[in-house]
């Protein structure tokens, strides 16, 4: 759906510090969404190295389209960056690619993920070995990722299915509260989930928030390194499932 959301404001960390925060573009477009991003995040970065004592900082940010939608862009980000201060202290800051939804009026950050995983021997597998990309508990297990880049709270509810000529076969049925970021909940704004499966095949991701929306994804696993499954739950209340670009 190409509706703007109702929402307005900045839902992001914003440390405080002595570099100001970029404007958003009046007219939000797949470039001006990517440059936004970009000096946001070496904003955040600049402010969270600096102390009074720093000497001398290097920030280094990158940011690519994603795709348009809900009356906006969403873009990924990520920096790197290091100070070194009076006292001979020396920083460095790494961080996990941020996903932003950025609008006419609305800024949604997501970066922090909440790490899920089960016990290695729980996780879906084929008795025979050849079967799997990896053996289980000793290789990486196939992830996805859910994203809330909306001002609200949501619960989402993922199944997965393994698709074959016989049928489907249940893998895996999770539930996830997302709550907004910046929101003083102990809930998070984003969940990573590991321990899908180990074995090949073509699988059947389905998404779905509590007012009902849902997305399907039809999800070919090769290896535990393929990049993972985003599942982006929208401003404008909706679901979606992609893989998002490299950053």
């Excluded at 960390?13 to 925060?21: K, T």
């Excluded at 873009?75 to 996990?96: F, I, K, P, W």
């Excluded at 949501?154 to 199944?159: D, I, K, Q, R």
């Excluded at 399907?216 to 535990?224: A, D, F, M, N």
């Amino acid at each position: 759906s190409d509706r703007p959301p109702r929402a307005t404001g900045t839902y992001a960390e914003r440390p405080d510090g002595p570099a100001s925060y970029p404007a958003r573009p009046t007219n939000v477009t797949a470039e001006s969404a990517r440059g936004y991003a970009e000096r946001f995040e070496e904003a955040r970065v600049t402010n969270v190295l600096y102390e009074p004592d720093v000497e001398n900082s290097r920030v280094d940010c990158r940011a690519v389209h994603d795709t348009d939608g809900n009356g906006g862009q969403y873009v990924l980000a990520t920096c790197t960056g290091s100070a070194r201060y009076a006292d001979g202290r020396y920083a460095e800051h790494g961080q996990s690619p941020a996903l932003y939804y950025v609008g006419p009026g609305l800024t949604v950050r997501v970066e922090e993920l909440a790490d899920r995983s089960s016990d290695c021997e729980a996780v879906f597998a084929s008795s025979d070995p050849t079967e799997n990309f990896a053996e289980p508990c000793e290789g990486r297990s196939a992830s996805y990722c859910a994203y809330n880049l909306g001002p609200e709270r949501h619960t989402l509810s993922v199944t997965v299915e393994r698709r074959s000529a016989s049928g489907a076969e249940p893998v895996l049925e999770r539930t996830y509260e997302l709550v907004p970021p910046n929101s003083s909940s102990y809930l998070d704004p984003g969940v990573r989930q590991g321990s899908v499966t180990y074995r090949r095949g073509t699988y059947r991701l389905t998404a779905t928030l509590e007012n009902e929306a849902t997305a399907t994804y039809r999800w070919k696993l090769r290896s535990g390194s393929d990049s993972p499954v985003a599942i982006v739950v929208s401003p404008t209340n909706t679901v979606a499932v992609r893989r998002l670009p490299t950053v």
